[in-house]
């Protein structure tokens, strides 16, 4: 219970945490601050006696307007020419009824006692120039009365400038062939250069900040992944920060206008239009990597190819003022049917993080409709506050996570050093059983033999019976004593397959093979069954312990003997292209198909009563000697055991 508290006051705070990082944003980012609600009236904004000290003055309200035309401040010199109208800014002029592409001029008269302002130019769709007083002040690309003149180019700039006589006219040409609006879409704004830089700027360092942020995100996840590579998560939230970070960097009014010489040129603004569905996207791969739900449904697979890809490539294919923008909105049908199959994932409820993620997706989806409905343009970057709560959840649910696999993996890494202590106590039980066990078992076999012997040489010699029985007494106690050896070896501390060093020598395999046959042919012959060998002379020599490898073919041929039932048995050597093998089959009863899988498990046995070491002993000689075992056996058709190793000589 105590547990239970303590975890969700920890995720209280970090909510509370990310909720006022992202709200600090918006309003140090985003809000418009000491905004004057002046507006002009038929071209003219009357700003005299206006308090410039703190406050900023958006060019807002009634421009002269004339459409199809492009007049230089000289053509105002004797009154207004053909062509006038008024329009309202900001705002697209396709909006207002005019056709989309196209040119047009703007004019607005500026009445201020003030003697020295600044002009802040925000983003101009999508050739533009602008003169105050007759003074070409700046300029973005090529206007031009058709499409094949004109040179796309979109750029911001702060333009100081002197007020004489009471008043300055700005006169604005544009021309818009790509664009999917026209015009003035965004406020320009007049202020004493102080106030008016200092906010700007403070915007910017702000934002700067952010995109900091993303970027060292992605490094650190990017570290992760290299440090990580089976967790494929890490690798799309370093892609998805490296999105949002260049993203932002290419956003309206943003930095790149500011900064670059030539401004957003075309294939710049074909980048920032395939960046959101490219953002989108990632985060959809995103949300399916850490909910585990992979996308087996082909109908699914094919909907987000569509959906993702056609919104990334449009922008390099068409002209926006085609395509629209619209398109980029197919890319929300996954993101959305990612967001709701992770509402419905058993892995919602295994943590609160993951379900602080959701809903950060959730307000990342409806916070950029939600603001643009309500607010249009009058906020600067406000993706920037929903981005950043959604990169810091994405963040801290990945940590949480690392945090709680690095304290698993700690648990176990004690649990194993116990483990290990244990198991080095067990061989130590086990190595002085089996060594106490060992001897008395070898003095029974020998003792056996020795009564055989003594009862033959007697004058009435030894009875058949009894013969069998000191046999029988003999081979089983010799049985135990290896039983107990292999019981030793394979209690020792260590995995299959460990490359522990070896005493190793040249090694006849198949003379090996033959011997050790030789010395089970007689208890088969009593038994009326049949031992074959079919091992080459040449066989190729192998190298390892002669000792291992001596007790293996002893097992794999003592494993067929008492699994074979009556059946007969053949041993068979046979040269690979680089590896020699033993066979060894017997005619028995075969293995069940579900003891099979598993018949190299220690304890493991198809005999009632059997230890089930053999196998799993031999498996462990060949594993340290580069070699292997496999067993293929058909129930009711025999087993056959095959022992492979590398041969001398025979390597690529």
């Known amino acids: 219970m105590e547990n239970k508290s303590r975890d969700l006051f920890r995720f209280s705070l970090t909510l509370f945490a990310l909720l006022m990082a992202g709200a600090a944003v918006f309003c140090l980012v985003s809000l418009p601050r000491g905004v004057s609600d002046k507006t002009a009236v038929s071209g003219v904004l009357d700003l005299s006696g206006a308090d410039f000290s703190d406050t900023l003055f958006p060019l807002d309200g009634q421009w002269e307007f004339y459409h199809g035309r492009l007049y230089a401040p000289e053509d105002f010199a004797n009154g207004a020419p053909a062509g006038k109208a008024l329009l309202s800014v900001p705002g697209s002029w396709d909006a207002q009824g005019y056709p989309l592409t196209g040119f047009a001029t703007y004019r607005l008269r500026i009445l201020t006692d003030e003697p020295q302002l600044l002009l802040h130019v925000p983003e101009i769709m999508d050739q ?20 094949e003149g ?30 999917t609006s026209s015009g003035l879409l965004y406020s320009l704004f007049v202020g004493r250069p102080g106030p ?45 920060c490296l999105c949002v970070a260049a993203r932002f960097s290419l956003e309206s009014n943003g930095l790149a206008q500011l900064l670059l010489p030539f401004g957003m040129n075309g294939p710049l603004t074909s980048v920032f239009m395939a960046l959101l569905p490219l953002h989108t996207t990632l985060l959809t791969l995103f949300t399916h990597a850490v909910f585990r739900m992979p996308i087996k449904s082909a109908i699914r697979r094919a909907v987000y190819g569509l959906a993702m890809l056609v919104p990334i490539a449009l922008p390099f294919l068409a002209p926006f003022s085609v395509t629209g923008v619209s398109y980029v909105y197919l890319c929300l049908i996954p993101l959305l049917w990612s967001a709701v199959s992770a509402a419905r994932s058993a892995q919602l409820k295994q943590s609160p993080y993951n379900l602080l993620y959701v809903t950060a997706m959730g307000i990342f989806v409806i916070w950029g409709p939600l603001t643009k409905a309500f607010l249009g343009d009058a906020l600067f970057m406000p993706g920037v506050a929903s981005n950043l709560f959604l990169i810091l959840s994405q963040c801290v649910m990945l940590s949480v996570d690392y ?73 089983e106690a010799k049985r135990l004593s290896e039983l107990a050896a292999n019981t030793l070896r394979l209690s020792k501390p260590g995995a299959p397959g460990e ?22 042919r007689p208890v088969l012959e009593k038994q ?60 028995g009863a075969g293995i069940a198909p579900e003891l099979l899988p598993r018949v190299f498990e220690r304890g493991v046995s198809g005999k009632d009563g059997g230890a089930g070491m053999g196998l799993a002993f031999c498996k462990e000689i060949a594993l340290r000697h580069g070699g292997n075992v496999t067993v293929e056996s058909e129930w009711g058709r025999g087993t056959a055991v095959c022992f492979t190793m590398p041969g001398l000589g025979m390597e690529n």
């Open 499 to 520: 490359t522990a060093p070896l005493e190793t020598a040249e090694f006849d395999i198949g003379e090996a093979a033959r011997l050790i046959a030789s010395l089970f």
């Open 150 to 179: 004109a040179v796309t180019s979109v750029r911001n700039a702060f333009i100081p400038f002197a007020v004489r006589g009471g008043e300055a006219e700005i006169v604005i040409q544009v021309s818009n062939y790509e664009w």
């Open 128 to 147: 533009s120039v602008v003169r105050i007083d007759g003074v070409r002040v700046f300029e973005a690309g090529a206007v031009s009365e058709s499409a």
């Open 528 to 587: 009326a069954r049949a031992l074959t060998l079919f091992l080459p002379d040449d066989l190729p020599k192998v190298r390892g312990n002669p000792d291992d490898l001596s007790r293996l073919l002893w097992n794999l041929l003592d494993n067929a003997t008492v699994h074979a039932g009556r059946g007969d048995i053949e041993v068979r050597g046979v040269a690979g292209e680089n590896d020699v093998r033993i066979i060894v089959r017997d005619g």
């Open 403 to 475: 945090a709680e696999a690095r304290e698993k993996e700690r648990e176990l890494t004690a649990q194993n050093a116990m483990l290990g202590q244990a198991a080095r106590i067990r061989a130590d039980m086990l190595g002085v059983l089996s060594h106490e066990v060992r001897t008395p078992l070898t003095v029974m076999s020998a003792y056996a033999q020795y009564i055989a012997e003594h009862l033959r040489e007697q004058k009435g010699g030894i009875d058949s019976q009894t013969e069998q029985d000191l046999a029988a007494i003999s081979e």
């Open 196 to 240: 008016l830089l200092g906010d700007a700027m403070a915007r910017r360092i702000f934002l700067s900040v952010f995109l900091g942020m993303a970027l060292a995100m992605c490094v650190y996840h990017l570290a992760l992944f290299l440090h990580r590579r089976s967790e494929r998560v890490y690798l799309l939230f370093a892609a998805l």
